[in-house]
Each structure stands twice: as structure tokens, then as C-alpha cells.
């Protein structure tokens, strides 16, 4: 499919192609908007709904927010003029938009304004009422969608997932890190999960294509901006909790406490929650939605907390692991993975359990995962294999527990591990130097260099995560020798000029990402395209390329 990769032509590819119209009085009642006029006289009829004045399409209500420098109101007439027949926004959008009006040119009419106290939460339960045209009948209609949240694994349990409904029989979409889909269809994606009117449009857009199941990663902001208000997914699963997004949470108890929030009723019917850690057997308690719980760590003295399907039986199959899923009631499932590193097994188990959890028989799972070796699938830049003497891996662990659980599951016998990572500007400063010491335990060779450094200095952040390095082969007697090599490109290929067939080279942070974020510029950057020419300059093999890289 060629993409119109224009505002507009994102957001109408984010459509259903014949939209449900919906009067805007019907669909602010059916929502619950707190503070929305109950018959405000001369609202229209609508068929959609935006925040971004640049994807507006005729027929759309505009959602003007509060940002943190500017308000959304101050693009209303762009809005307008693209074809917006309503506004809604808070009281101070409300006069940005009426001192607008009134210096506004002759020829601009502007429509009605919908004044609520909390615009950005009255936006999703809204957009779920426009572009389900008010039918009744949204909510038990296809897709049946599951929602995935945790700090680590979201991405490959997603694709995971989908697999796994693929392998049944089952057309999908998916809203994720690396790409949105509507069956055949991709379109790239900017946010681990879109704006609310952005998800809902998807959803109408799955439902007209008849899918039978949608996949979709949840994070923490996510649930923090609202952007899945509205949505109630048939089954939701945890992955586990580590340091990560504390400068917007502040604490792991706020970051836990936001993430617990897609366990209720209001926003899924089932759960499934990996019990590994502290915070997962928290959450599984604390949830007021039916849970299953899933163990795959099977704990220091083999026992580890009590669980309704537990991995047991894990052995070597290829570069991943088979093993088994044992359930209480006497169930056992084979199962396989692919995909290198033990964690992958906690992305497979959940994945699995999760389709279990939605009513698939096990006898029907089991004849999917034997026929079609479903966790298998490519993921990309999650473990991606670039090259296999030395081995080769692009990878998107990004903050401490990530890297830790990368960098301790890729050694070789009799191989080096060369490691090749930075951290990323204007976020949690603290893990800098905490992924520095990980890097330097895990690896003989630590090459520190660039992440994104966004608006900040990248000499400081570097400084950062190699003085946590250097003080732990210093304090911990640790035989690793650390580099410093920028700009990243440079460190990659210093990383294959200094390896051997036996080696294994390891890009971490950034996966799946093209574009390097430096001084508010965007230089082209892909982990995968410059460890693929770095290998073939020092005169080692690759293997091909993954297309979602072209």
C-alpha cells in the first residue's frame, strides 16, 4: 500500500471509509461528559473527531486542549477552515476561540463551541460515541481487543499475540511502538498508543474491515493522558515493573498506581498478569477483574508464588527455548519461541494465556502453535538478528532491568559480548549511570555513545552512564574494558572492527527507530542498516533485510 504520509493523509488512512454520522448532543449525552450543556442548541452532526488542527477532515468535531506551552484553542481557526463544524475545549479555549472570531477574517464563520472542565478526558468516551455512530451494538462487536502494559516486553507480546491469533484462523489488527495494522495495511507509528480519537477511529476502521481481534500496547502515559479512555478491552496482561518513565511518574509507586488502572472494570473484562515480581503479584491482588496468573520464574528455591499456569520444562530449541505451560487444573501446552533470550519465553507464555483467557480452547492452541511455530515471528528491533558470526542484535532495551535481562542472555560459549549503548536525553537522569554499571557487568567490551539526546548535551549524558561503568569495574573488580565512541554510528562500527566470529555484538536502545533526535533535528539513524554495512565493510556476512526497514 503507498501512504500518504501527509497529516491529512495519515489520519484519513486512520478512518473507516464510510463514517457512522452522529448528532453532537446524542453522543456528548451517551458519553458521560462531565459539564457538557445537556441541549445545546445548534450542534451538528458530526462524523469524527481530532485534536491535531492539522488532521482535521470535514465533518469533525475539534478537540482544543491545554498543551504545556500552547493551547489548542489558538489553532481553531486552522481547524475551521479545514472543515471542523464543532469545537470543544475548556473555558479559557473558549476565549481564545472568541477573541479569534472576532479578529478572524470576514469570511470565517466560526461553529459552535462545547465548554467542558476536563476536555481531555471527555475526548475519549466521545470519540468512542462518533465513531461508533452511536450504534449499540459497539461493544460486543469484533474486533476483541487486548491490551498489553508493563515496562518491558509490551512490543513482542503484542506480535506475539497476534501470531498466535493468526496461527488461529484469526484476521488482526494492531496499535503498537513500531506500526499500526488493519490487516494487510501499516501505517507507521508515531506513540506507543495513539490519542483517543486516533484509537477509536482505528477501532471503527477494524470493524468495517470485519477483523476478528485487535492487539494493542498500553503504556503508563497512555493511561496517564487518557488516550485509552473509552476503550474496555476483553483481556488485558501485565508484563513486570522496573525503573523506567520516573520523570513523569515520579516514583514506582505513582508508576505502579497508573499502570493498575487499565485492571478495573471500567477498562477490561479479564486480566492476565505475570507474577515474576513483587509488583505483578500486587496487581493481581489488587485487580477487580477475573485474573489468571502466570509464573515463568520459577524462583530461587523452585517454588515462586502460586500461579494458574506456570512455565516449566525449559530446554534449548534453535537460538530461543521450548518448554512448557503447565496449568492447575492438569492442562499442559508445548510450547516454542524463536526468538534468543529468556524473556522471550515470558512474551510467549503471556501471549498464550492471554488468547486462552478470551475462551480458545487449549486443544485449539496447541494444533496452532504445532503447525505454525507462531512465536517465531520477527519482531522489529526486539533481539533482531543482523548477522550471526559474530552474532549480530539490534535491540530496544532502554533502561536497566531491559538491558540486564538483553545483555545476560546473549553470551557464546568462548564468545565476547560487545555492547553498544547511550541513554536518552531530557528523561529519568537516574538510570544513566545504574544501565552504565549493567552494561560494564555484561559486557567484556562497553562502548558508550549517543541515544537520543534530544535537547539536552550529549557529552553530559554520556559522562553519566560512563562514570556508572567505570565505577563498577572499579569497585567490583570487573574485567571490562569501556570505550567512549560518538556519534553512534562511529561506535558501531568500532564495535565490529574489534569483534570476532565468535563474538556477539549488541546494539541496545533504540530497536525499530530511524530518526535520531538531536538539538530538535532528526538525522536519519537506523541501528539495523548501520550494524548490516558495518558487518559487510569488516568483511562478515549478514543476513537479509527485514522489510519493515525498507
Not at 491529512?8 to 457512522?20: E, I
Not at 461528559?33 to 477532515?57: E, W, Y
Not at 500552547?70 to 472543515?83: P, S, Y
Request: with cysteine; net charge negative; charged share 20%.
Amino acid at each position: 500500500m503507498q501512504l500518504n504520509t501527509s497529516q491529512g493523509g495519515t489520519a484519513s488512512l486512520m478512518r473507516p471509509r464510510a463514517p457512522h454520522p452522529v448528532e453532537l448532543s446524542a453522543a456528548l449525552a451517551a458519553a458521560g461528559v462531565q459539564g457538557a450543556p445537556s441541549a445545546q442548541a445548534g450542534l451538528p452532526t458530526v462524523t469524527g473527531i481530532t485534536l491535531d488542527s492539522r488532521s482535521v477532515l470535514p465533518g469533525d468535531v475539534y478537540a482544543a486542549l491545554p498543551g504545556a506551552t500552547r493551547h489548542g484553542a489558538e489553532f481553531a481557526v486552522q481547524a475551521v477552515r479545514a472543515g471542523a463544524l464543532a469545537i470543544l475545549t475548556d473555558e479559557s479555549g473558549a476565549r481564545i476561540v472568541a477573541d479569534a472570531a472576532r479578529e478572524g477574517a470576514d469570511d470565517l464563520r466560526m461553529p459552535p463551541v462545547v465548554v467542558v472542565p476536563d476536555p481531555r478526558h471527555a475526548v475519549g468516551p466521545l470519540a468512542r460515541e462518533i465513531f461508533s455512530g452511536g450504534r449499540d451494538d459497539r461493544a460486543d462487536a469484533p474486533p476483541a481487543l487486548f491490551g498489553i502494559t508493563g515496562t518491558n516486553g509490551k512490543t513482542t507480546s503484542t506480535y506475539f499475540l497476534n501470531a498466535l491469533l493468526e496461527a488461529l484462523g484469526r484476521s488482526t489488527g494492531l496499535i503498537g511502538t513500531i506500526e499500526i495494522r488493519a490487516g494487510a495495511d501499516a501505517i507507521p507509528s508515531a506513540l506507543t498508543t495513539p490519542e483517543s480519537p486516533q484509537v477509536h477511529s482505528l477501532l471503527a476502521l477494524m470493524r468495517e474491515r470485519g477483523l476478528d481481534a485487535a492487539s494493542m500496547e498500553v503504556s503508563s502515559h497512555a493511561l496517564e493522558f487518557g488516550r485509552v479512555d473509552g476503550v474496555r478491552f476483553d483481556v488485558a496482561g501485565f508484563t513486570n515493573l522496573t525503573q523506567d518513565h520516573l520523570d513523569l511518574h515520579g516514583t514506582m509507586e505513582d508508576y505502579f498506581a497508573v499502570k493498575a488502572t487499565l485492571f478495573t472494570g471500567e477498562r477490561c473484562r479479564r486480566a492476565v498478569v505475570l507474577v515474576d515480581d513483587v509488583w505483578g503479584r500486587r496487581l493481581a491482588d489488587a485487580a477487580d477483574v477475573p485474573v489468571l496468573r502466570l509464573r515463568t520464574d520459577p524462583g530461587e528455591d523452585g517454588g515462586g508464588p502460586a500461579a494458574d499456569w506456570t512455565v516449566t520444562g525449559v530446554g534449548p530449541s534453535g537460538l530461543g527455548h521450548a518448554f512448557v505451560l503447565a496449568g492447575r487444573s492438569g492442562e499442559h501446552l508445548r510450547v516454542r519461541t524463536g526468538l534468543p533470550g529468556m524473556f522471550n519465553i515470558s512474551n510467549a507464555a503471556l501471549a498464550t494465556v492471554m488468547v486462552l483467557a478470551s475462551g480458545v480452547p487449549v486443544e485449539d492452541v496447541q494444533r496452532a502453535l504445532d503447525a505454525h511455530d507462531p512465536f517465531t515471528t520477527e519482531v522489529p528491533g526486539r533481539m533482531q538478528l543482523i548477522g550471526e558470526n559474530p552474532a549480530a542484535i539490534v535491540d530496544f532495551a532502554h533502561n536497566p532491568d531491559a538491558l540486564e535481562r538483553t545483555l545476560a542472555s546473549v553470551r557464546r560459549p568462548g564468545g565476547r559480548v560487545i555492547s553498544v549503548f547511550g541513554a536518552t536525553g531530557q528523561r529519568d537522569e537516574s538510570k544513566r549511570p545504574i544501565m552504565g554499571a549493567v552494561g560494564a557487568r555484561l559486557s567484556d567490551i562497553l562502548i558508550v555513545t549517543d541515544d537520543d539526546p534530544h535537547d539536552e548535551d550529549d557529552a553530559v549524558i554520556r559522562a553519566a552512564v560512563r562514570a556508572g561503568a567505570e565505577a563498577a569495574v572499579r569497585e567490583e573488580g570487573i574485567d571490562c574494558e569501556v570505550l567512549e565512541v560518538f556519534p553512534r554510528a562511529d561506535a558501531i562500527d568500532r564495535a565490529v572492527a574489534l569483534a570476532t566470529p565468535s563474538d556477539t555484538v549488541i546494539i541496545a536502545g533504540r530497536g525499530h527507530e530511524v530518526w535520531q533526535e538531536v538539538k530538535g533535528v532528526n538525522l536519519s539513524l537506523d541501528d539495523r542498516v548501520e550494524l548490516r554495512s558495518a558487518l559487510t565493510r569488516h568483511g562478515f556476512s549478514v543476513l537479509s533485510t527485514s522489510g519493515i526497514e525498507s
